[in-house]
């Protein structure tokens, strides 16, 4: 197979988030139906929309920084893993209460097109930075 080293993955790596967050802003662009209940309907599945959303952060957070550094401080500082898991799970939880309040306030001055138009043209944006900052 040749030789691989870490700065190939990275750079593979890196290429292809920035590739995924411009095709995620361009669907999300040129989306046209505006039903927000696409999944459960194309699917006929009843879900609990709290499971849903528990799953996939918990799925998101297995490959972030800030968990893996959670990690290593526990693995490091043994005698302190529940002051860790505490702060962990309190940092999450104002954070997400922060991201919530700030997104109905936009919500209630900005109409729901506006924002899912801008949420496509940030997600290009990032990607084209990405691609921008990685040369």
Request: no cysteine; net charge positive.
């Amino acid at each position: 197979m040749g030789n691989i080293n870490n700065s190939n993955i990275k750079l593979l790596l890196n290429f292809l988030t920035n590739i995924i967050f411009i095709i995620i802003g361009l669907i999300i662009l040129l989306k046209k139906d505006d039903n927000k209940n696409d999944i459960i309907k194309k699917n006929n599945l009843d879900l609990n929309y709290i499971f849903i959303i528990a799953v996939t952060i918990a799925i998101g957070e297995l490959g972030d920084k800030t968990f893996l550094a959670s990690i290593g401080l526990g693995i490091t500082y043994p005698k302190y893993k529940v002051l860790l898991i505490l702060g962990a799970i309190l940092g999450m939880v104002i954070s997400d209460f922060i991201a919530i309040i700030l997104g109905k306030l936009l919500r209630k001055k900005i109409s729901n097109n506006v924002l899912t138009k801008l949420s496509g043209i940030l997600f290009i944006l990032f990607g084209i930075f990405g691609f921008i900052k990685s040369l």
